[in-house]
């Protein structure tokens, strides 16, 4: 199907189109052996002949054919597969299976289904930990999903057994309308190519990037305090403001033209956004969600989307935005009229950048979406979290504050430089990324069987198995970061934890992935939160959440309360797409600090 052109076909047509042959094959294979066993002559085939005519074994016939089929196979590969795990070692086992009660593990999916819309995030994976581990296998419907949080098996993904994962067919089809043929949906030379296009504009920072920090951040704070000297204690959605900063920001970076999406007016409490710049943002996070429901769906997916893309209607909003920028300037380059910048001159933009390097419209503009989705969904998750930790632990609002004023007073600009020197400022953000990380669950498939060594055990990874990655758990183990894991506490970066736990084993921090496929702009993202935060915190000291003014939805269940760790405790409702959000947005109060002084006379 041609991705952004109306038709009939969904993307799961296809898939489902390739799966029939292989349900027709067993009851025409057996429906033809009997047939020839009718042509015979003597009593076995009179009797095949009784049975094939004989209207309730007709009815019968499919299913009892597909049982046969699959039951023999599924032996066949029983042996085979005990074959190739023996192959591997002698002590190589099978990872702890999840049994269910229904074959197949069918009932594993309304469950995801219920644990996503009632559930604290990840609950359908941790209530498994005390008695499987935290390496197992979820085995749905016959296929491998080998779920870890395990440090080493994340490791061996991610890097030292790179080779042997990729993101793989079923997880590139299922993404395939949103992310296309970019670097987060694709393997081997394809990812090579964009990543050797991308990689070298990341390379080093650039003074540009302060400038447009600078730039939106005035904006953005100047909206917010728009609304704080309202009258009534005013409140504002925090994640939709810093949603459409880092919006236009990166769309400004990316493609040199910004979606001025902090032009519109902040939205109030129970009133939807109505003005069309800010539908840009909100097809972004539609589009993810649908992408998220696909995975939610396993293997069903395709089923729901036969005649018509979900994503169809989001992906029309965003390449509306996206299309025009791209065929101008490659229209500009074929008519010789654009003078490409040298690679790595300050001024130029990713567009000028990927424009010099190709001319192939689609890889460009999935490679440009693809970053974007990551450069600013990442960092607005990063700072909508910061906020609700400010909020929630005052104590860090008062020292980050301090710190802030120490390096930049009330009003002067931060530099990079002053910035890497704030080092509560740095611990700040590393525990709002180890608590909250903004991509909190991730996938591989193996494309050859292999052993995930964890706890102790070697586990047989079989290859075709998907490989579901979590660092939120991994993040939160306590027996990874002591046992005050699930506490938000900064200060673990700055006191001996850091070097108990963190310098010997770098792999259970991984907000920004690791190995080969390690983010390429992890460095703008600190520099973005960290720039926004020092500019919000200049002017603003003190924080609350406003409960009455989010959306009643988005209020945790009442029965949160009686859980375990952070769930016991969250005063927001987390879910993920392809990153982490706040349901309902993040609504806070804020006191600016002019407004305090003068009512002290200060």
Same mark, same amino acid.
């Given at each position: 199907?041609?991705?952004?052109?109306?038709?009939?076909?969904?993307?799961?047509?296809?898939?489902?189109?390739?799966?029939?042959?292989?349900?027709?094959?067993?009851?025409?294979?057996?429906?033809?052996?009997?047939?020839?066993?009718?042509?015979?002559?003597?009593?076995?085939?009179?009797?095949?002949?009784?049975?094939?005519?004989?209207?309730?074994?007709?009815?019968?016939?499919?299913?009892?054919?597909?049982?046969?089929?699959?039951?023999?196979?599924?032996?066949?590969?029983?042996?085979?597969?005990?074959?190739?795990?023996?192959?591997?070692?002698?002590?190589?086992?099978?990872?702890?299976?999840?049994?269910?009660?229904?074959?197949?593990?069918?009932?594993?999916?309304?469950?995801?289904?219920?644990?996503?819309?009632?559930?604290?995030?990840?609950?359908?994976?941790?209530?498994?930990?005390?008695?499987?581990?935290?390496?197992?296998?979820?085995?749905?419907?016959?296929?491998?999903?080998?779920?870890?949080?395990?440090?080493?098996?994340?490791?061996?993904?991610?890097?030292?057994?790179?080779?042997?994962?990729?993101?793989?067919?079923?997880?590139?089809?299922?993404?395939?309308?949103?992310?296309?043929?970019?670097?987060?949906?694709?393997?081997?030379?394809?990812?090579?190519?964009?990543?050797?296009?991308?990689?070298?504009?990341?390379?080093?920072?650039?003074?540009?990037?302060?400038?447009?920090?600078?730039?939106?951040?005035?904006?953005?704070?100047?909206?917010?305090?728009?609304?704080?000297?309202?009258?009534?204690?005013?409140?504002?959605?925090?994640?939709?403001?810093?949603?459409?900063?880092?919006?236009?920001?990166?769309?400004?970076?990316?493609?040199?033209?910004?979606?001025?999406?902090?032009?519109?007016?902040?939205?109030?409490?129970?009133?939807?956004?109505?003005?069309?710049? #800010? @539908? !840009?943002?909100?097809?972004?996070?539609?589009?993810? &969600?649908? =992408?998220?429901?696909?995975?939610? /769906?396993?293997? *069903?997916?395709?089923?729901?989307?036969?005649?018509?893309?979900?994503?169809?209607?989001?992906?029309?909003?965003?390449?509306?935005?996206?299309?025009?920028?791209?065929?101008?300037?490659?229209?500009?380059?074929?008519?010789?009229?654009?003078?490409?910048?040298?690679?790595?001159?300050?001024?130029?933009?990713?567009?000028?950048?990927?424009?010099?390097?190709?001319?192939?419209?689609?890889?460009?503009?999935?490679?440009?979406?693809?970053?974007?989705?990551?450069?600013?969904?990442?960092?607005?998750?990063?700072?909508?979290?910061?906020?609700?930790?400010?909020?929630?632990?005052?104590?860090?609002?008062?020292?980050?504050?301090?710190?802030?004023? #120490? @390096? !930049?007073?009330?009003?002067?600009?931060?530099?990079? &430089?002053? =910035?890497?020197?704030?080092?509560? /400022?740095?611990? *700040?953000?590393?525990?709002?990324?180890?608590?909250?990380?903004?991509?909190?669950?991730?996938?591989?498939?193996?494309?050859?069987?292999?052993?995930?060594?964890?706890?102790?055990?070697?586990?047989?990874?079989?290859?075709?198995?998907?490989?579901?990655?979590?660092?939120?758990?991994?993040?939160?183990?306590?027996?990874?970061?002591?046992?005050?894991?699930?506490?938000?506490?900064?200060?673990?970066?700055?006191?001996?934890?850091?070097?108990?736990?963190?310098?010997?084993?770098?792999?259970?921090?991984?907000?920004?992935?690791?190995?080969?496929?390690?983010?390429?702009?992890?460095?703008?993202?600190?520099?973005?939160?960290?720039?926004?935060?020092?500019?919000?915190?200049?002017?603003?000291?003190?924080?609350?959440?406003?409960?009455?003014?989010?959306?009643?939805?988005?209020?945790?269940?009442?029965?949160?309360?009686?859980?375990?760790?952070?769930?016991?405790?969250?005063?927001?409702?987390?879910?993920?797409?392809?990153?982490?959000?706040?349901?309902?947005?993040?609504?806070?109060?804020?006191?600016?600090?002019?407004?305090?002084?003068?009512?002290?006379?200060?």
């Amino acid at each position: 199907m041609q991705r952004g052109s109306r038709t009939w076909i969904g993307p799961g047509l296809p898939v489902v189109l390739r799966s029939i042959p292989g349900l027709l094959v067993p009851p025409i294979a057996i429906y033809t052996g009997l047939a020839i066993g009718c042509s015979l002559n003597g009593v076995e085939s009179e009797y095949l002949r009784t049975c094939i005519t004989n209207p309730v074994l007709r009815i019968l016939f499919i299913p009892l054919a597909l049982w046969i089929y699959f039951s023999l196979g599924s032996f066949v590969k029983y042996i085979r597969r005990q074959q190739d795990r023996r192959s591997l070692g002698p002590d190589v086992i099978e990872p702890p299976h999840i049994k269910k009660k229904l074959p197949g593990n069918i009932d594993w999916i309304p469950e995801a289904i219920r644990a996503r819309d009632q559930e604290y995030i990840g609950d359908m994976f941790s209530q498994y930990f005390p008695t499987h581990g935290h390496t197992f296998n979820m085995k749905i419907f016959g296929l491998d999903q080998v779920f870890t949080c395990d440090p080493e098996c994340i490791k061996a993904v991610l890097s030292t057994d790179f080779s042997s994962f990729e993101k793989g067919k079923k997880f590139k089809i299922k993404m395939d309308t949103v992310l296309g043929v970019g670097v987060f949906n694709s393997d081997g030379d394809m990812w090579q190519l964009h990543r050797s296009m991308s990689r070298p504009y990341f390379h080093r920072e650039r003074v540009t990037h302060i400038d447009l920090f600078a730039q939106h951040s005035d904006i953005a704070i100047k909206r917010l305090l728009t609304r704080l000297s309202e009258p009534g204690l005013p409140a504002v959605d925090f994640q939709d403001l810093v949603g459409r900063f880092t919006l236009d920001s990166a769309t400004e970076f990316l493609f040199g033209s910004s979606t001025h999406s902090l032009d519109a007016p902040l939205p109030h409490p129970n009133e939807p956004p109505v003005d069309e710049s #800010a @539908t !840009f943002a909100a097809a972004f996070g539609r589009a993810q &969600e649908l =992408l998220m429901r696909r995975f939610v /769906l396993g293997s *069903f997916w395709p089923w729901f989307e036969l005649f018509k893309d979900r994503t169809e209607g989001s992906m029309e909003v965003i390449n509306a935005f996206t299309n025009p920028i791209l065929q101008a300037k490659l229209k500009e380059k074929r008519e010789g009229l654009l003078s490409l910048k040298e690679k790595g001159n300050e001024g130029d933009t990713l567009l000028d950048h990927l424009v010099g390097f190709s001319d192939d419209e689609r890889v460009i503009k999935d490679e440009l979406l693809n970053i974007l989705i990551a450069g600013r969904d990442t960092t607005a998750a990063t700072l909508t979290f910061a906020c609700y930790a400010l909020a929630m632990y005052p104590e860090c609002l008062a020292k980050l504050r301090a710190e802030v004023l #120490a @390096t !930049f007073g009330t009003s002067d600009y931060p530099t990079l &430089e002053a =910035l890497r020197s704030m080092k509560y /400022l740095r611990a *700040f953000i590393n525990e709002v990324l180890r608590v909250f990380p903004p991509v909190p669950f991730n996938e591989r498939t193996a494309v050859k069987s292999t052993v995930f060594k964890a706890e102790g055990k070697k586990f047989y990874v079989p290859a075709g198995a998907q490989i579901p990655i979590s660092i939120f758990h991994m993040h939160r183990r306590k027996d990874l970061w002591g046992p005050d894991a699930e506490e938000f506490d900064p200060e673990r970066w700055l006191d001996e934890r850091l070097k108990k736990y963190v310098t010997p084993n770098p792999f259970i921090f991984l907000p920004f992935s690791a190995g080969p496929r390690i983010c390429l702009g992890q460095q703008f993202a600190y520099n973005e939160s960290s720039y926004f935060l020092v500019r919000l915190l200049q002017r603003v000291d003190q924080i609350t959440l406003a409960p009455d003014a989010q959306p009643p939805e988005s209020h945790p269940p009442a029965h949160w309360k009686h859980g375990t760790g952070r769930k016991a405790i969250e005063k927001f409702w987390l879910k993920s797409h392809l990153t982490m959000y706040a349901v309902g947005g993040l609504w806070v109060r804020m006191r600016e600090v002019s407004d305090v002084n003068a009512e002290t006379g200060v």
